[in-house]
């Protein structure tokens, strides 16, 4: 193209006025980025080193709570133990176990067991600290074996304050001493590993993901240079994430899992960005624009299409804001924010380092050495892989949409048989102490005394008798063990003799509280019909609060279930909207939705397939199968990987509209469109997943099952989706995906992102 004619295209874009307007405020962005170009890169390296030391040891301040809502009824029943009773379930659970030739009622190990527990009572910060030595009527609290038996410790604080105690207070009394072992569990301890963990699987994923990431980024742009270009904004992103997770975390809690997967997402989103934009400036390069009028161009094109990605990740994401959980919404917030400073990056900071590289951007690049060409002429094009393929799809588009749907519904089919629960000391490798400690207790203990099923009776006017009657009526229930009051212990309705581990803790000055032991595990569903039952028991006061492990199940799952279809609602309706407004048709907004849905019913079989079934461990790393999936991955993955897709979506269908303005021919359309984005989709989709199955060696199985879920939602979709789905179901639709109604023809006019490229810019 002449200068003259290059001249013109830059100052006029588009030719509607109300998107050339808009055009020119991105173009505008590009040139002023292009003149200030050292301004914005000295302020984002000073940003950079000012924030390293910020959020570096984020993970030591977050939380692994949040999981109910703050006004659920477990949540209220707990927080009033706390405040009232100062009792609850324990924080911490000492493990003792006695030499081979001793049991627990030895005079040693009685004298072990007295002695650690009177001196794990003057700790600071212990509220209560209780054992099988110390307390009348304590059998439950002794092994099967003879050869175990439990301490029971309380913390005071809020969860930061308990896990800093829990971690004074561990390290010195775990250990052997005088030939007893003693090892620590608990919620307290569980918190303290897994923080300890993430911060180990952060950095074993960071040294897997860059350099692997380097190396596709290389082959995709066959250059060091325009390789390392992309790897600086992710970079950027993973800075910037660690210090607005720590922000956030002073606001609102932060969940520890939200690290690594907020992680995985900026610098993920981050290189995808890069990717394209560093592809449209290598292309506008080519055409012999000047380095001024390429990062104009690429902005204004590439740039919106990042911006318009990115709007669409982070109104998916917010979705999880309606959600009256901290632990689903502090995702939402640190996810929204590493989205924006992505699409920053790639928008701002990336063209900048771009407009000071110029023609060295393609410095060191393999097609020089050899001395080919860079630029992708027409024939190029019609004879590339994603040219070639798409065509074949659209020749035979029924059998591709009828065999890649049905391949997507099969896959998706053992989502069927999900059972949801809760997290507990099984999220952490099966060698971790707390771990290890947990599971002697579970199989080697009768009673459930660490996790209790708490009851408490806020206004209590009658007598003790009306109270012990309550507590011998709950424990009639099937899966009650025992229930302890403080009228007594009350073993099938009766009351027993001696009376159970500190019944004699239930005294307060307005109301009371009683503690069900259970046969069922806390966060089994066999343990949530428990709370059921107890909650259907008439009880001898005005208000009657639940909590413990097995109820925040039960509420979790009773708030999910009332937000649900008003989030899926939200997504279905911003995305319609959004689509809408991208492309001015009716029919592909539809299309997109059902397209991710397919994409998210395989993503999801497999999730149960792997995590709850138990099938393909070797393949994904070791984990402990507890026959059930947290109850809030499918929602939190779901949002993320609705969101990716999305992003996808966009940068497919804004080059394929790009040339059915020009051509207005559905089959041409779609062809050049997937030819000159289809390579990078899946470079884009392959550095994601890189990045995903990098987290998925975490010892962590929420995070090892957001990360591998999430790239096979990603995988997926760039290849199912993206190559076989798309086509066939635009060229089944063939003119039909454009057409609208006269009105909201005017309503796209007016208020459309469409800024297709004129004429005169048109590549071949």
């Known amino acids: 193209m002449a200068p003259a004619a290059r001249q ?55 939380s692994e709570g949040g999981i109910t809502a703050t006004n659920a009824e477990a949540t209220r029943a707990d927080d009033l133990l706390n405040s009232k009773f100062e009792a609850g379930a324990p924080h911490l659970v000492f493990l003792v176990k006695t030499p081979e030739t001793h049991t627990v009622d030895d005079p040693e190990a009685e ?38 038996a439990l301490v029971l410790v309380r913390l005071a604080g809020d969860e930061n304050e308990v896990n800093k105690a829990a971690e004074r207070i561990v390290p010195d009394h775990v250990g052997t001493t005088e030939g007893f072992e003693v090892e620590a569990t608990g919620a307290a301890q569980v918190r303290v590993e897994v923080n300890e963990q993430s911060d180990a699987d952060l950095v074993r994923a960071e040294l897997i993901a860059a350099p692997l990431t380097l190396l596709i980024l290389i082959l995709v742009f066959r250059g060091l240079v325009a390789a390392l270009a992309p790897l600086a904004v992710g970079a950027l992103a993973v800075v910037g994430t660690f210090a607005l997770l720590k922000l956030f975390n002073y606001a609102i809690p932060v969940s520890v899992f939200a690290v690594n997967i907020t ?52 109104i998916s994401l917010s979705s999880l804001l309606l959600f009256p959980m901290d632990f689903l919404r502090s995702f939402a917030y640190a996810g929204i924010a590493v989205v924006a400073l992505a699409a920053v990056g790639a928008v701002v900071v990336l063209p900048a380092l771009l407009s000071a590289l110029g023609h060295r951007i393609d410095m060191w690049s393999l097609q020089r050495l050899l001395g080919r060409r860079s630029r992708e002429d027409g024939s190029q094009i019609r004879s590339g892989f994603w040219h070639r393929w798409s065509l074949l799809v659209m020749r035979r588009p029924w059998p591709f949409f009828l065999i890649a749907t049905a391949v997507l519904v099969v896959a998706g089919t053992p989502f069927l048989g999900a059972t949801f629960g809760e997290s507990d000391d099984r999220v952490l490798p099966p060698s971790a102490p707390a771990h290890v400690a947990a599971q002697h207790i579970r199989d080697n203990f009768t009673t459930r005394e660490d996790t209790p099923i708490t009851v408490v009776l806020t206004e209590v006017g009658a007598a003790e008798e009306t109270v012990g009657h309550y507590a011998g009526e709950l ?88 937000v649900l279809p008003w989030a899926l609602l939200f997504i279905a309706t911003a995305t319609l909207v959004l689509l ?117 060696t975490s010892g962590l199985t929420p995070v090892k099952l957001l990360g591998v ?56």
Not at 270 to 287: G, K, Q
Not at 650 to 657: A, D, E, G, P, T
């Open 8 to 62: 013109r295209s830059l100052d006029h874009g588009p030719s509607d006025p109300r998107q050339r307007t808009r055009a020119r405020v991105l173009e505008r962005l590009g040139l002023g980025v292009f003149r200030r170009r050292g301004v914005v890169l000295l302020v984002s390296l000073v940003s950079v080193l000012l924030t390293i030391p910020f959020g570096s040891g984020v993970t030591e301040e977050l």
């Open 111 to 148: 004298r072990f067991g007295t002695r650690l527990t009177r001196d794990l009572a003057e700790q600071p910060g212990v509220v209560q600290a209780e054992s099988y030595w110390t307390l009348a009527g304590a059998q439950p609290l002794r092994g099967e074996d003879d050869r175990a």
């Open 263 to 314: 992680i995985a997402l900026g610098f993920g989103l981050a290189i995808d960005y890069s990717l394209f934009v560093v592809t449209r400036f290598r292309e506008e390069l080519a055409t012999g624009a000047s380095v001024r009028e390429a990062v104009a161009t690429t902005v204004r094109t590439a740039g919106r299409t990042v911006l318009f990605s990115a709007v669409t990740v982070a």
């Open 475 to 562: 424990s009639r229930l099937d899966g009650v063990t025992r229930v302890d009051a403080g009228t007594g212990s009350y073993v099938d309705g009766q009351r027993a003799a001696p009376p159970g581990p500190g019944s004699e803790r239930f005294d307060a000055p307005v109301g009371t509280w009683v503690s069900v032991i259970s046969e069922p595990e806390a966060y089994s569903p066999e343990g949530g019909e428990l709370v059921e039952r107890i909650r259907e028991v008439s009880a001898p006061s005005a208000e009657v609060l639940v909590g413990g492990q097995a109820a925040q199940l039960v509420d979790a799952r009773d708030s999910i279930g009332s």
């Open 580 to 696: 809408f407004l991208f492309t001015g048709s009716l029919l592909i907004p539809l299309q997109a939705i059902i397209m991710n849905l397919l994409s998210l019913t395989a993503t999801f079989g497999a999730m149960v397939f792997i995590f709850q079934d138990g099938n393909l461990r070797s393949l994904v790393g070791d984990f402990t199968v507890t026959d059930t999936i947290n109850i809030r991955m499918p929602i939190l993955m779901f949002c993320v990987a609705f969101g990716v897709s999305m992003d996808y979506q966009v940068f497919m269908l804004s080059r394929i509209k790009e040339r059915w303005d020009q051509t207005h021919d559905t089959i041409a359309s779609v062809a050049w469109g997937l030819q000159r984005v289809g390579r990078l989709v899946t470079a884009a989709a392959l550095i994601i997943a890189v990045v995903l199955l990098a987290f998925a």
């Open 709 to 764: 879920g999430l790239a096979i939602a990603v995988l997926v979709d760039a290849t199912v989706i993206r190559g076989a789905l798309m086509p066939s179901m635009l060229r089944i639709f063939g003119e039909a995906n454009w057409w609208l109604p006269g009105w909201l023809r005017r309503v796209h006019d007016k208020f459309g992102l469409s800024e297709a490229e004129p004429q005169t810019r048109a590549n071949p």
